[in-house]
C-alpha cells in the first residue's frame, strides 16, 4: 500500500509539475515493482516439494516432519523461501457438511474460525540460504502432537519476499498426509494378585525353557545342567549336547477395553484409560504374554507379531466413548486372564483379573 500510495504520489507530482526527473523516478519506480513480480515468479517457478511423514507418532512426544526440495530449473537458484506447516486432529466419526454463513454475524464467523484453529499446530520453517539449480534441499519441522488420534499434517503455504522485499508472494498448496498418533505412554503400579498366578497345565508356547515338549538340541555350554545332557545323542554324534524344550506358560493374558459412555464419563478419565491400556499391551507383548486383545463387542484379534500390536495400537488412538454395546469381547478367553478396567474414583483407572487389581493408574 505504502508503494501504490508513493506512485500515485509521484505520478501526480510528475504531471502538474512536468519535471522529468520526477518521471524518470515513477518509472524507476514502477519497474522496480514489475521485475520484483518477475523474479519472484521466476523464483518459485520449477520448485518442488514433497512432504514425509515417518510413523509411529506418539501424543507428547517430538515428532520431525521432514520436507523434501527439488529445484527444477536449470541455471537460476532458489533464494530467500520459508514454508508454513499446520497439523490438526481430524474427527474421522463426524461428517461436515456445506453450511451457509449469509446470516452470521462479524462475531460468530470469529468464534468459527478461533474454533477451528484452536487444536492447530502452526509454524513457518525458512529455508537456510540457497537452493542450487537442479540441487536437492531437506527442511525437517520438529513439533509435539498434544493429543491421540487421527493427524492431517500439511503443507499450508509457501511464500517469500524476494528480490526486493517490496511484496510478499504467498502460494497455497494442497500437500497433505494424515497419520495417526498413538496414545502416550501412562505411568501404572502393578499389584500382586492371585489371578495371575500360573496354573498347572500351561500352554506350551514356542520359545525356550526346561519344561514341556522337546524342541531341539544344542551344544553343551557351561552353566547348563547336567539333568539336560541328551547322552543318547551325545554317545551318537561325539559331542556333548542338551535338550532344549518348548516353555511352558499360563501366564498369558486377553485385554478387553469396553468403553460405555455411561461409564467413562469424564474425558480426562478415558484419555487416561486408552494410554493405560495402549500401555499394558506393549509391555505384555514384549514380555511375550499377550494372547489377544478386544475392544467392545469386536472378536477378539490375536497378537503375534509387531504387525499385530501396531494395528491395536492404531485402534486404540481413534476410540471414543460408545453407548453400551452387547458382546462377550475378550471374555471368552478361555484358560487366559482377562483384563477388564473400570474407574478408580473420579480420575483414577484400574485393571482387574477376575475381580482383583491387577494394575492401576
Not at 29 to 57: F, H, M, T, Y
Not at 269 to 290: N, P, Y
Not at 307 to 333: F, K, Y
Amino acid at each position: 500500500m505504502v508503494l501504490i500510495g508513493l506512485s500515485l504520489g509521484l505520478g501526480m507530482a510528475a504531471y502538474n509539475s512536468s519535471s522529468n526527473i520526477l518521471f524518470i523516478t515513477l518509472s524507476l519506480l514502477l519497474s522496480c515493482l514489475i521485475l520484483s513480480g518477475v523474479l519472484s515468479w521466476l523464483n518459485l517457478r520449477g520448485v518442488e516439494w514433497r512432504l514425509q511423514v515417518a510413523p509411529p507418532l506418539r501424543a507428547g512426544q517430538d515428532t520431525t516432519i521432514a520436507l523434501e526440495l527439488r529445484n527444477g530449473k536449470r541455471f537460476l537458484p532458489t533464494y530467500g523461501l520459508w514454508f508454513e506447516f499446520a497439523a490438526r486432529l481430524v474427527d474421522a466419526s463426524k461428517s461436515r457438511r456445506a453450511e451457509s454463513t449469509l446470516s452470521a454475524n462479524r462475531a460468530v464467523v470469529r468464534a468459527a474460525l478461533a474454533q477451528s484453529e484452536a487444536g492447530q499446530c502452526r509454524e513457518r520453517v525458512t529455508l537456510p540460504g540457497r537452493l542450487d539449480p537442479a540441487g536437492e534441499s531437506r527442511l525437517d519441522w520438529t513439533f509435539k502432537p498434544e493429543r491421540r488420534g487421527l493427524l492431517r499434517v500439511e503443507l499450508a503455504a509457501v511464500g517469500s519476499v524476494f528480490p526486493f522485499g517490496f511484496l510478499r508472494k504467498d502460494i497455497g498448496t494442497d500437500v497433505a498426509n494424515e497419520v495417526i498418533v498413538w496414545p502416550a505412554p501412562t505411568e501404572y503400579r502393578r499389584h500382586a494378585t492371585v489371578a495371575m498366578r500360573r496354573r498347572s497345565g500351561g500352554e506350551r508356547v514356542t520359545r525356550p525353557g526346561t519344561d514341556g515338549d522337546l524342541m531341539a538340541l544344542r551344544r553343551y555350554t557351561p552353566g547348563d545342567s547336567h539333568r539336560m545332557i541328551h547322552w543318547k545323542a551325545t554317545a551318537r554324534t561325539g559331542k556333548l549336547l542338551v535338550r532344549q524344550n518348548a516353555a511352558e506358560s499360563a501366564e498369558l493374558f486377553s485385554i478387553w477395553l469396553r468403553t460405555d459412555a455411561a461409564v467413562w464419563a469424564r474425558p480426562e478419565q478415558f484419555e487416561l484409560l486408552i494410554g493405560l491400556v495402549a500401555t499394558l499391551s506393549e509391555d505384555f507383548f514384549r514380555a511375550g504374554c499377550l494372547a489377544s486383545v478386544a475392544i467392545d463387542a469386536e472378536p477378539p484379534r490375536s497378537i503375534r507379531r509387531m504387525n499385530d500390536l501396531e494395528r491395536w495400537l492404531d485402534r486404540l488412538a481413534v476410540a471414543q466413548p460408545l453407548a453400551a454395546t452387547i458382546g462377550a469381547g475378550a471374555n471368552s478367553g478361555g484358560k487366559h486372564n482377562v483384563l477388564t478396567f473400570a474407574p478408580d474414583g473420579a480420575r483414577g483407572v484400574i485393571a482387574l483379573v477376575g475381580g482383583e487389581r491387577a494394575a492401576s493408574a
